[in-house]
């Protein structure tokens, strides 16, 4: 009897109509107060062919109300977007993101509220570009710990400099990894990956 009465209250629950096209619409009395109209997962108006269709869907929304499980359909839409985007960010790439951060820091000013000389931006994406992008460029920006940029900084220490070909160092090793170290510190910011280490050049660097 007590399963009866409750699926009789469950089913009187909301309201029911039929539309001119003969589909039928749910709505419903949220737990704020609002009324809301049967949605679909993007937030877009969702009709029913049949009565007992509309009302199962009443029924399921019910049951999420009484769980505490539910949740206005902006909010969903806004958490599906949210959780869609740190996706994407989780397997960006360090090409993709270096080139937002270089976008980034070009548009938006620094820590000091001023914006950044064009001169400037344009040595990062030198820097970027000439050293950075054929070692890492493909790698996801997650799978770049403190190791992996230890190695690229070895190999970055042994290129022979460009203008002194007999000189010790080359001079560009710790100039492209303090660009690197810039742009991790940026990606933990995104919440990409974890504070990384200190991120220490070798000698001669």
Known sequence: MA???AKQRREAWGR???LPSKRWQARYTGPDG?????????????TFLTKSDARAWLNRTHD???????EPPSA???RREAEAEAEVLRNITFAEYAEHWLEQIRTEPGKGGRMR????VLM??????NYLLRPL???????????????LARSLVALPSVLRPDAATNGVASLAIDVLKMILRAAVGDGIIAVHGQFAVPTGA
């Open 3 to 5: 399963d009866t009465t």
């Open 16 to 18: 029911l109509r039929k």
């Open 34 to 46: 609002k009324l809301y109209s049967a949605r679909t997962e993007d937030n877009r108006s969702l």
């Open 64 to 70: 999420a109300i009484s769980k505490g499980t539910w």
């Open 76 to 78: 969903v839409v806004a």
């Open 117 to 120: 000389k064009p001169a400037t």
């Open 124 to 129: 990062y994406r030198g820097r970027v570009k």
């Open 137 to 151: 460029g493909d790698l996801p920006v997650r799978e770049i710990d403190d190791d992996c940029v230890r190695r």
